[in-house]
Nanobody, 123 residues
């Protein structure tokens, strides 16, 4: 199983980025896909999650209204559209996959992780 995250970069405050997570190696139809982020010295924190079917989505309060998670089953890819970016959104963003259902906000529930993509928001 492989998760390949991409789309990070440097953007000014107020700008937008779209992160992608390409999944391969198995069928993810019964999985939750999550986005997390981490800054040095801090724990990895939940950003957003989606049932692969795309019916249910979940967001951290810190990004609600600014981010949208979506899935493209045909491309086996999950996206995180981030708008109105703030300097505090600066982090390495990771995508992850969790079988079945559980605490989608908890890193320990996820069994597969991508390598991370770095997002830097300048003020």
């Amino acid at each position: 199983v492989q998760l390949q995250a991409s789309g990070g970069g440097l953007v000014q405050a107020g700008g937008s980025l779209r992160l992608s997570c390409a999944a391969s190696g198995r069928t993810f139809s019964d999985y939750f896909m999550g986005w997390f982020r981490q800054v040095p010295g801090k724990e990895r924190e939940f950003v957003a999650a989606i049932r692969w079917s795309g019916i249910r989505t979940y967001y951290a309060d810190s990004v609600k209204g600014r981010c949208t998670i979506s899935s493209d089953n045909a491309k086996n890819t999950v996206y995180l559209q981030m708008n109105s970016l703030k300097p505090e959104d600066t982090a390495v963003y990771y995508c992850a996959a969790m079988a079945g259902s559980g605490r989608y906000y908890n890193t320990e529930e996820y069994e597969y992780w991508g390598q991370g993509t770095e997002v830097t928001v300048s003020s």
